[in-house]
């Protein structure tokens, strides 16, 4: 009974950011888990790779260009899944940049927009293009990929955009799931710590920026892929089918100091 509420057998999911990285793990998680996954992402030459990955060990896997800061992108690519399946069950935001070491007084108007626009702007386009389908469906599961970072003020890296962003996701997650729940459209999501991913490898050669990042963690250790990706099922399966407007913390500890 209990394993069986984790299965997302017959259902579509759609997951942004899913080239590499946590995208492409929770890509694989909710694949295992049964799902046929199409995959999105605005390169090109990684999705393709990314959808041979899945596709080699067996998972039902397709991938779908998608550009979240264009506004009517995310209701293309969604008219096309549902063209060809039917509906889509799962939606993970999870495509998201960070712009660090900008101290706010000196940010840019460009640096902060543009983050704003990836981790703000492009949840809500995807939420609003595949909530609607989910809504005229009477059910969906929506996990967005937040952050501690929406909790805490990072150190010693100055990020003001990236911190509002992830609070901004937070409070879009919460508001959404307020809207949609009753409707059968549960919308929650996990907020992940530094992760060992290859975008964060250079933290290895940093050992001030390393201190701050390992030392302040009480695991005393980076997050792994895996880790987050098992969160992100969770939330998509109805193991969670309680829950909507949660904030997930997988931080090792991070937020306890």
Not at 104 to 132: H, P, Q, Y
Request: glycine share 10%.
């Amino acid at each position: 009974m209990y394993l069986d509420k984790f299965r997302l057998t017959g259902k579509v999911a759609v997951v942004t950011g899913a080239a590499r990285g946590i995208g492409l793990a929770i890509s694989e998680a909710l694949a295992e888990a049964g799902a046929r996954v199409v995959l999105t992402d605005m390169n090109a030459e990684l999705l393709d790779a990314a959808v041979s990955q899945l596709s080699a060990k067996g998972h039902a896997a397709e991938g779908e260009l998608l550009d979240v800061t264009d506004p009517g992108a995310a209701q293309r690519v969604n008219d096309a899944v549902v063209a060809r399946h039917g509906r889509v069950d799962v939606l993970v935001n999870n495509a998201g940049i960070a712009i660090s070491n900008h101290p706010a007084e000196t940010m840019s108007d460009e640096v902060w927009n543009k983050v704003i626009d990836v981790n703000l702007n492009g949840v809500f386009w995807s939420c609003r293009a595949f909530g609607k389908g989910m809504l005229e469906h009477g059910g969906g599961s929506i996990v967005n990929v937040g952050s501690m970072s929406g909790f805490i003020v990072n150190r010693p890296q100055e990020q003001a955009n990236y911190n509002a962003s992830k609070a901004a996701v937070h409070h879009l997650t919460r508001s959404l799931a307020a809207e949609w729940g009753a409707r059968g459209v549960r919308v929650n999501a996990v907020a992940p710590t530094y992760i060992d991913t290859e975008m964060n490898a250079y933290v290895y050669e940093d050992k001030e920026m390393f201190r701050h990042w390992v030392g302040g963690t009480p695991m005393n250790r980076l997050g792994r892929v895996d880790e987050v990706a098992s969160v992100a099922l969770f939330l998509a399966s109805e193991a969670s089918s309680l829950m909507t407007g949660s904030i997930v913390l997988a931080d090792g500890g991070y937020v306890c100091w």
